[in-house]
């Protein structure tokens, strides 16, 4: 039986363990907060003390964190690169760019030869991880995706392989800014809708089964319609995203981009970080602060 291990149990990482466990692999989960991990427990998850002891009989580590310093602090500074089997496999699932992934590339060559690195973050946010329907964009060396195909196939409905460790993180990164302006236009046009006096329902309605808006926006035009923005993908996040995207271009390449990272920022310091991306609704319009 494959045994994997899951560090960093957040919106997406529970349920990723949760899915792991329920498909018969033997699961193990940490957490730098213990009350996710506990509960994880519950549904058949062994709970580890610290990421190296969560690792350390692991064929597949998956690290599910917030960024590329998490990764980093958990692979590094508490050990988790330096207690992996030999021949295990590292799946970096977590969102942290293009530069970020190439220093783990270089981190892994150089110190644990002997471990495979799949760069492998998810498409979809905390509804389709909770349903196992994510879809992972994997990329390394073709020998492991074998053994990796039953953690990759519990957690998402299906996985493309896109070439060697640091073409899933482009492609995430794609993506992400794709989603961010697609959140950006559901935003914007209810605004407008507020502003001309419009009912919010009576334009999701409107919106019902038109080809303009995806599952994706439909679900989102339904809770900004209800002024609901409990996080599925914070704003935060989201943000982190969109600036890592602009990082990998010169300044001035994406001026849309830009200015809606600007916007993004001053409602995250206006303290709206932690709610859903949607509640940027909240910036626009008639009423908003300003």
Known sequence: MTRVAVLGLGGMGTPMAANLAKAGLDT?????????????????????????EAVRRADVAVTMLTDGAAVRAVAVDQGMLAALPAGAVWAQMSTIGVAETQRLVELVAAERPDVTLVDAPVAGSRGPAEQGKLTVLASGPEQVRDRVAPVF????????????????????????????????????????????????????????????????????????????????????????????????????????AEALAAEWRDAVGRGLGGDDLTVVTRRLGPGAAR
């Not at 009350?35 to 062994?46: I, N, Q, S, T």
């Not at 999701?204 to 994706?216: C, E, I, M, N, T």
């Open 28 to 52: 193990v989960v940490w957490n730098r907060h213990p009350e996710p991990a506990r509960a994880l427990a519950a549904r058949g998850a062994e709970v580890a003390d610290d990421p190296a």
């Open 153 to 256: 196939d519990a957690v998402g409905q299906r996985t493309l392989w896109l070439g060697p460790a640091g073409a899933g993180s482009r492609l995430k990164l794609v993506n992400n800014l794709l989603l961010a302006f697609v959140n950006e236009g559901v935003a914007a046009a209810m605004a407008l809708a507020d502003t001309l006096g419009l009912d919010r329902d009576t334009v999701r309605q409107a919106f019902d089964g038109s080809p303009l808006v995806s599952p994706w926006a439909a679900e989102k035009l339904t809770r900004v319609a209800r002024d609901e923005h409990g996080p599925q993908y914070s704003l935060a996040l989201a943000l982190k995203d969109v600036e890592l995207a602009l990082c990998e271009a010169p300044a001035g390449s994406f001026p849309a």
